[in-house]
């Protein structure tokens, strides 16, 4: 999957450094609770609806477990790199990895047709976010690239 929607249109509040947050966590699951509560602030401040907060978070909460089970191996000792932005309607959430590289032919979401559990994420993340970006490392890692705009259907 490549690029959904063009964040060049939604530009930051501010470009400064000191105005994204920027957090790096373990690729341990019980820590992503720190992910989801920061990024649900985050779009609390940004004046979402509890909808599309929701939403948000749960993209976000998706992205970083694909990347503990898929690019890490399921390892809880790996770093995950969040950086988050507050754009003038919306955020921009960029989420980074060191592991193994994923190919964009190969994250997709399976046929929704069959009813089981897992293989759903990849599906949600791009029904919530208005852009979803992902690039290879030239080393080693992954970057994902999530944006999300208030009251855009």
Same mark, same amino acid.
């Not at 507050?86 to 069959?114: A, C, H, M, P, Y």
């Given at each position: 999957? $490549?690029?959904?929607?063009?964040?060049?249109? @939604?530009? /930051?509040?501010?470009?400064?450094?000191?105005?994204?947050?920027?957090? %790096?966590?373990?690729s341990d699951p019980k820590i992503l609770k720190i992910v989801r509560l920061s990024v649900s602030h985050?779009?609390?401040?940004?004046?979402?609806?509890?909808? =599309?907060?929701? $939403? &948000? &978070?749960?993209?976000?909460?998706?992205?970083?477990?694909?990347?503990? !089970? @898929?690019?890490?191996?399921?390892?809880?000792? *790996?770093?995950?790199?969040?950086?988050?932005?507050?754009? &003038?309607? $919306?955020?921009?959430?960029?989420? %980074?990895?060191?592991?193994?590289?994923? !190919?964009?032919? =190969?994250?997709?979401? %399976?046929?929704?047709?069959?009813?089981? /559990? $897992?293989?759903?994420?990849? @599906?949600?993340? *791009?029904?919530?976010?208005?852009?979803?970006?992902? =690039? %290879?490392?030239?080393?080693?890692?992954?970057?994902?690239?999530?944006?999300?705009?208030?009251?855009?259907?």
């Amino acid at each position: 999957m $490549g690029l959904k929607g063009d964040i060049s249109k @939604h530009p /930051p509040v501010s470009d400064k450094a000191q105005d994204a947050i920027e957090f %790096r966590v373990p690729s341990d699951p019980k820590i992503l609770k720190i992910v989801r509560l920061s990024v649900s602030h985050l779009c609390d401040l940004a004046g979402f609806t509890a909808e =599309e907060r929701n $939403g &948000t &978070t749960l993209a976000v909460d998706e992205a970083c477990s694909n990347i503990i !089970r @898929h690019a890490y191996d399921g390892a809880h000792d *790996q770093p995950i790199i969040v950086t988050c932005k507050l754009l &003038t309607n $919306g955020v921009q959430i960029t989420i %980074r990895d060191f592991g193994k590289n994923i !190919r964009k032919s =190969e994250i997709k979401s %399976r046929d929704l047709e069959k009813v089981r /559990p $897992g293989g759903l994420g990849v @599906h949600l993340i *791009q029904s919530v976010m208005d852009v979803v970006k992902y =690039e %290879r490392s030239s080393r080693k890692g992954n970057k994902l690239t999530l944006a999300k705009y208030k009251n855009v259907k």
